[in-house]
């Protein structure tokens, strides 16, 4: 939700219940427009409740009536405001749905005819963080084999003498820690030599 979102895309969520949606999702919500809710059930007065406590306080609605009490056709409606601050509720009305479930006609010009055109017409296919991924890891692609007439006959070569491995002991003790360890050993055998002397 936060990473569509981000991009300037609209998600509309379409449920009886506002339960019906996980806690992440609906923690993302601007625009709410909430119909009646009943509550016949001790659970179904908690939903009620729990609703409630999540739409900005109103000095004009009592929500918890408000929601029980609207009948059909009528919303409680609250959007994010030009500043992204949710707006107070307002208890409205709305018109039927007039929508065809045909192609919309000109659906060209009407897109060109909006305000928001001139920043959003121009389609972007940019790459996905998947396909940069992709081709980061993509094994090169093997050259193509010579004819055999062009490929120089190698010379043996000796094989190089593994060097002995080294040990960590050894590492241990040309780094710093194994130096002053030793300096310590040998201050220690002395001081040692000095008292039986």
């Known amino acids: 939700m936060r990473l569509i979102r981000s991009k300037g895309v609209g998600v509309f969520f379409v449920t009886q219940n506002p339960q019906?949606?996980?806690?992440?999702?609906?923690?993302?919500?601007?625009s709410r427009i909430q119909h009646a809710l009943r509550a016949f059930t001790p659970d179904d007065a908690k939903a009620l409740k729990a609703t409630v406590s999540t739409y900005p306080r109103s000095d004009f609605y009592d929500l918890e009536a408000l929601l029980t009490q609207m009948g059909i056709g009528e919303a409680a409606v609250t959007v994010l405001s030009d500043r992204g601050v949710p707006t107070p509720v307002v208890h409205?009305?709305?018109?039927?749905p007039a929508a065809s479930m045909g192609p919309a006609p000109d659906v060209d010009a009407a897109a060109k005819a909006s305000p928001l055109f001139a920043r959003y017409g121009e389609r972007l296919d940019p790459?996905?963080?998947?396909?940069?991924l992709e081709q980061r890891t993509a094994k090169p692609e093997p050259l193509p084999a010579t004819p055999?007439?062009?490929?120089?006959?190698?010379?043996?070569?000796?094989a190089p003498r593994e060097q002995p491995a080294?040990?960590?002991?050894?590492?241990y003790l040309r780094s710093r820690q194994g130096q002053a360890l030793q300096r310590q050993v040998l201050r220690g055998v002395f001081g040692m030599l000095r008292k039986r002397l």
Do not use: F, N, W
């Open 148 to 158: 055999m007439e062009h490929v120089p006959v190698p010379k043996p070569r000796k």
């Open 92 to 96: 409205t009305r709305l018109a039927a």
């Open 20 to 30: 019906d949606l996980p806690a992440e999702v609906l923690g993302q919500l601007g």
């Open 166 to 171: 080294e040990s960590g002991v050894g590492d």
């Open 127 to 132: 790459q996905s963080a998947r396909e940069i």
